[in-house]
């Protein structure tokens, strides 16, 4: 299964993968200008000393003199132990200085220097070079004069430089990483609150999502409360339709069967009455079948936004034996109720314990032998126990724990009318409560015992 993708986490990458290629690109930035600032300033000092050198030059007689001035070269200084060459050339022909000191970038212009970068004796340097014209003859003389410097001062600094714009950098890809957490979950706080307001509501709360929401979350809302207002309309229809299809199926259902017993009264012939008892027998079986069918809709149905309203158990479970007790009374079947005089308090839904109630004493009167007893009682222990026991068939050899599935029946019940649904609704009403269902055989004898287990509330 593909794992979910994370906004934050996308969002926070995203912005850190910006703070980075920021930080990559202002430290290129500051080491470019401060290298061309270094090299600027080592130009600028290269021309002033080839420039001084060039103000000493003069004209003795037809020849040109040169009285190296000291300041010329001391200005270049010793940093890092650079290495200064000069040669002072007078039409081609080396006047004083290195000979062998390339100069491949003669000016063209007078006193307007021009630069190069040679490798002489191994070691790269700079070298800045100027043209003047001394005027010892008629037409004067073309003096170059060429001043250079390694560069190892240079590279230390650039590498200085390099080194304090790496950490610059460091320091703001980490304070924008920071800030971009920060960012990313100041973003999605918008979010995680309206998720929050609505993971707090109740099951059957589907009102609409209120609030202020930023305008990018604000198709979202509308989309979520448009589909609550969908949910809640089919929720509304289809517990109209349970209680519809509860009236349409089980009233003409009733009038078949009481028309198939009037006239199963009136033949005469076995066969005839054997064939209405058989009708009889489907009619009942279909009115059961579809009344719990219904009776399990409405327990799912309700489950899904379980009431919480004060409740009476005793007087409950009074009701439930008034309704059954003509069903009772035509076996002969006495209800014997061991409930306290004072009410039983709890908090849950009436209509779902109602229905547990209605199915679990049905099945006991079902089941068991005419001129027999049905013992309904309330128990308050650690939870609160209410138990039928009845003197019927019992379970069989049937598993306690395959019962409760829908449509399961006992092994030896085949011969009676039931849908296997009745402990399925009991189970799902117990469980809704945080209760349980629990099936035992008749301590006292014969006869089966379910219990409806509720904690307190």
């Known amino acids: 299964m ?54 000493s030059l003069s004209s003795e007689q037809g020849e040109v003199t040169l009285e190296l001035p000291y300041s010329a070269l001391s200005m270049l200084g010793t940093i890092n132990e650079d290495r200064v060459f000069y040669r002072v050339t007078v039409e081609g022909e080396t006047l004083t200085g290195y000979a062998d000191l390339p100069v491949t970038n003669v000016p063209t212009r007078l006193d307007a220097p021009a630069f190069s970068t040679e490798i002489y004796r191994s070691d790269e340097v700079r070298l800045a070079s100027i043209l003047r014209r001394v005027s010892n003859t ?19 600094i650039s590498r200085r430089i390099t080194v304090t714009a790496t950490g610059v950098g460091l320091l703001f890809f980490l304070l924008a990483t920071t800030l971009s957490l920060l960012a990313a979950n100041s973003a999605l706080r918008p979010l995680r609150r309206m998720t929050g307001a609505v993971a707090r509501r109740g099951p059957s709360d589907l009102r ?15 989309a979520l409360n448009s589909f609550m207002e969908r949910l809640r ?19 003409p259902l009733a009038t078949v069967r009481a028309q198939a017993e009037v006239t199963h009264r009136k033949l005469n012939k076995p066969e005839h009455r054997q064939a209405i008892r058989d009708m009889i027998r489907a009619i009942d079986e279909s009115s059961r079948s579809a009344g719990q069918i219904l009776d399990h809709a409405m327990v799912t149905f309700r489950a899904d936004s379980l009431a919480r309203d004060p409740l009476d158990l005793a007087a409950l479970i009074s009701e439930t034996c008034d309704r059954l007790a003509p069903t009772a009374d035509l076996k002969d079947i006495a209800l014997l109720r061991d409930l306290p005089d004072d009410p039983v308090p709890f908090k849950g839904d009436g209509i779902m314990l109602q229905a547990a109630l209605h199915n679990i004493l049905d099945n006991a009167i079902k089941y068991s032998p005419e001129d027999s007893d ?19 068939r019992g379970f069989g050899d049937s598993g306690f724990e395959s019962l409760t599935a829908r449509y399961s029946r006992g092994t030896n019940v085949g011969d ?3 849908s296997g649904l009745g402990l399925t609704i009991a189970d799902e009403v117990a469980r809704a409560h945080g209760g349980r269902l629990e099936l035992s055989h008749n301590t006292e004898g014969q006869g089966a015992c379910v219990s409806l287990i509720l904690p307190y509330t």
């Open 208 to 222: 609409p999502v209120t609030g202020d929401t930023p305008a990018e979350l604000a198709p979202l809302v509308r």
């Open 138 to 156: 008629a037409t004067g003389s073309s003096v170059v004069v060429t001043v250079a410097q390694t560069r190892s001062g240079l590279e230390a």
């Open 2 to 55: 593909r794992q979910p993708t994370s906004i934050r986490r996308r969002l926070f990458y995203q912005l850190a993968a910006v703070a980075a290629v920021l930080s990559l690109a202002f430290v290129l930035v500051v080491r470019g200008v401060a290298s061309r600032a270094a090299e600027g300033t080592q130009d600028d000092i290269l021309a002033a000393s080839a420039t001084a050198i060039a103000d």
């Open 416 to 418: 009676i009318v039931g």
């Open 374 to 392: 049905i013992t309904v009682r309330i128990e308050a222990n650690a939870a609160l126990h209410l138990s039928i026991t009845d003197q019927g």
């Open 233 to 251: 309309t089919s929720l509304s229809r289809t517990e109209d339709l349970i209680t519809e299809a509860a009236h349409r199926v089980r009233t």
